[in-house]
């Protein structure tokens, strides 16, 4: 007999067939029982699989076992056969304790085996409950801690009861203030204002929101402001159950101090009502009074409202403007005001707005007025951490400041914001998804926060990611620009210009500069040099100005007729943009932008020294050590200088370091980049474009 056929009769004779579909039976409907344990009590993920590893682990013992109970069987038949009438008595004892063992693997046992198993994963799962870490899987696969169990608290917008128009900002300012003092409690996790504003006037109930927004608890509100009195009603409902568990209406005299006072009771009656302790320190931030002025506080609620509208307008950042400064003149002691004053002042010249002496002067008096009212006010320092990103780029005082901060705003994913923006300045784009990830927690139904994932994972190429969160945004803000630009760019760099991204821009507002640029772009990328002039000559303006680049329209009609082999048309625009970007350099020298489109212009008049100096030098005021991103703009500007001048292996030097750091520059984009068509022969370049 072979050797198969002698284990397949040993297998067959030892029953070790009937024994392994037993133990896979039942190991089949115990690893079913304990995946439904895991997600009905929210046990670790790793339970299953640990619940797998053991029944592998016991299956060669369960094997074994049979084969020992054959043998034993066989021993005592041999036993038997061998005994002479003197061992008869040892014979039948012999048999007894085989008897036993053979008892003891009967159906009885092996199911009560089972029952016992599941009990102790029973206890081990009660044991992770009471005692377990208290840690939480977290978006974006981070472990959260023990405060990721706190109640969950939205604010609902409330409803102005007066039903004038005039009274909206009040009301939206209430709301605001009664978030601002929750967001100071640490006990609690509260969700951010944008996240609860679409559902002002939503027909959908408490049970859908609170499932939609993952809050345990939702916030109703209705305020009435008459000329001597105000009405504030408040109810605090549970959203699994729709059941109440605290109301009030606040009746009082219309004063500074009854304000203040019914905002601060609001928050600490929720506090209480869903058991959040309050520390010495919470409690005094939440009954902190920023101001003595009635005026001056509804200034100032007025100038939040104009900020926060959803729709951006240069008329209402100007109206925000004067109720600030209004506010300001009502009482100059009012550090929040000041704080929001220096942040708008110091955006304006990080953004490039403006980046003249005088905002700059305008950002400092207003943040040193804000330190000097109040000093240990949260709101003050997020302002100081910006300042410090913003006007100085100091990555390391601004961390020190944002970090104060967070230690009475617990729960602002402003915070998180900011710490997120001093990341990206630095180059940690998985640090700065991070902290997106955790304002996304607080902000669920932000769009704001998932523009800024898009950009993040393109910057560090993860494509598929960057594409997915762009769908995400734009189907939360589907005519904001940022989440559909995000995806054009996104898709450039991933595979290039196609009739995808074409269909997002014709979507897109042609007045805005970032959508001219990028329709340019991508005509000039298909090899569309003639509709790309065109589509400049239908805007208005002589230059587009953006945060990365200020490019007179006459460089980029240039670059399309060089491109298209027109050099006399090519010749006069350069010449047409090198006078302006002198003119620019001259009054703005600290520009980079300025400074690197001047290097692309003399690069097109075949001025090659110069041109290699002012793109070096736009590289030299704001390097990407200094400025991750900011600065990536100026090093691909110089690579196309010295594409432009001639100098290949100059420029396979920067387009190398573009590719080994953090970038836009990706193979499918030197593909189609028209301003590297003079390296396309070129076998370095080549292989470049093969990686």
Request: proline share 4%.
């Amino acid at each position: 007999m072979s050797r198969l056929k002698r284990l397949v009769s040993e297998v067959h004779r030892r029953s070790l067939w009937q024994v392994l579909l037993i133990y896979m039976g039942g190991a089949w409907v115990a690893f079913e029982i304990v995946q439904t344990l895991t997600e009905g009590l929210e046990l670790p993920p790793w339970f299953p699989a640990f619940a797998l590893v053991l029944f592998i682990i016991g299956l060669p013992i369960v094997i074994a076992t049979a084969c020992v109970r054959e043998d034993t069987t066989l021993a005592a038949s041999t036993v038997e056969t061998e005994a002479g009438p003197a061992d008869a008595k040892a014979a039948e004892a012999y048999r007894g304790d085989i008897a036993r063992r053979h008892r003891f693997l009967t159906w009885r046992n092996t199911a009560a085996s089972f029952v016992v198993a599941l009990a102790a994963w029973g206890l081990v799962a009660a044991g992770w409950l009471l005692f377990g870490s208290g840690a939480v899987p977290r978006a974006g696969g981070e472990v959260d801690d023990v405060r990721e169990q706190r109640p969950s608290v939205a604010a609902l917008p409330f409803i102005n009861l007066s039903g004038r128009e005039e009274d909206a900002f009040f009301t939206q300012g209430i709301h605001g203030e009664i978030l601002t003092r929750l967001q100071k409690i640490g006990g609690l996790k509260v969700l951010s204002r944008t996240s609860v504003m679409e559902y002002r006037d939503s027909p959908k109930n408490v049970r859908e929101i609170g499932r939609e927004l993952d809050a345990a608890y939702l916030l109703e509100g209705e305020v009435q402001r008459g000329a001597q009195e105000i009405r504030v009603n408040v109810q605090l409902i549970d959203s699994r159950t729709d059941e109440h568990v605290w109301a009030e209406t606040y009746d009082r005299p219309l004063s500074i101090e009854n304000l203040l006072d019914v905002q601060s009771e609001i928050a600490q009656q929720i506090a209480l009502n869903l058991r959040a302790e309050l520390t010495p320190e919470e409690r005094a931030r939440i009954e902190a009074r920023p101001t003595e002025n009635l005026d001056a506080y509804q200034a100032y609620l007025r100038g939040r409202y104009f900020m926060h509208l959803p729709h951006f307008t240069v008329e209402n950042l100007i109206r925000a403007f004067e109720e600030f400064q209004r506010a300001i003149e009502l009482d100059s002691t009012f550090a929040l005001v000041h704080a929001e004053l220096a942040k708008a002042h110091a955006q304006e010249v990080y953004f490039w707005v403006d980046a003249s002496q005088r905002q700059r002067e305008l950002a400092t008096l207003a943040m040193e007025r804000a330190v000097r009212a109040d000093p240990e006010s949260p709101h003050v320092r997020l302002a100081l951490g910006l300042h410090h990103l913003w006007l100085h780029r100091d990555p390391q005082r601004a961390l020190e400041e944002i970090a104060k901060a967070e230690e009475g705003l617990p729960n602002s994913p402003s915070v998180f914001h900011a710490r997120a923006l001093v990341y990206e300045l630095q180059g940690k784009f998985q640090e700065a998804i991070e902290e997106y990830l955790k304002a996304l927690e607080l902000s669920p139904n932000d769009a704001t926060f998932y523009t800024y994932l898009i950009f993040d994972y393109w910057a560090i190429r993860q494509y598929d990611q960057a594409e997915a969160y762009a769908d995400q945004a734009i189907t939360l803000a589907p005519d904001q620009m940022w989440p559909n630009l995000g995806k054009v760019l996104v898709i450039w760099s991933d595979r290039g210009p196609s009739e995808e991204t074409e269909a997002v821009l014709e979507s897109m507002s042609p007045d805005l500069g970032w959508v001219i640029w990028a329709r340019y772009w991508q005509r000039m990328g298909e090899d569309r040099y003639a509709e790309a002039i065109t589509s400049l000559a239908e805007t208005d303006g002589e230059s587009i100005r953006l945060k990365f680049w200020a490019r007179p329209k006459a460089l980029l009609a240039a670059l399309a007729y060089d491109a298209m082999g027109r050099p006399e048309q090519a010749k006069r625009l350069f010449e047409e943009a090198r006078q302006a970007l002198e003119g620019e350099v001259k009054a703005q020298p600290d520009d980079p932008r300025y400074h690197s489109s001047l290097g692309l212009a003399y690069a097109g008049l075949g001025m090659s020294e110069a041109a290699v100096r002012e793109g070096a030098r736009a590289v030299e005021l704001l390097p990407v050590s200094r400025d991750a991103v900011y600065g990536l703009s100026y090093l691909l500007d110089l690579a196309v200088i010295y594409a432009m001048v001639g100098d290949e292996n100059a420029a396979l030097s920067e387009i190398e370091r573009l590719l080994a750091i953090p970038s836009m520059v990706s193979p499918a984009w030197l593909h189609f980049d028209f301003r590297f068509d003079s390296l396309r022969d070129n076998p370095d370049f080549q292989a470049l474009l093969e990686r």
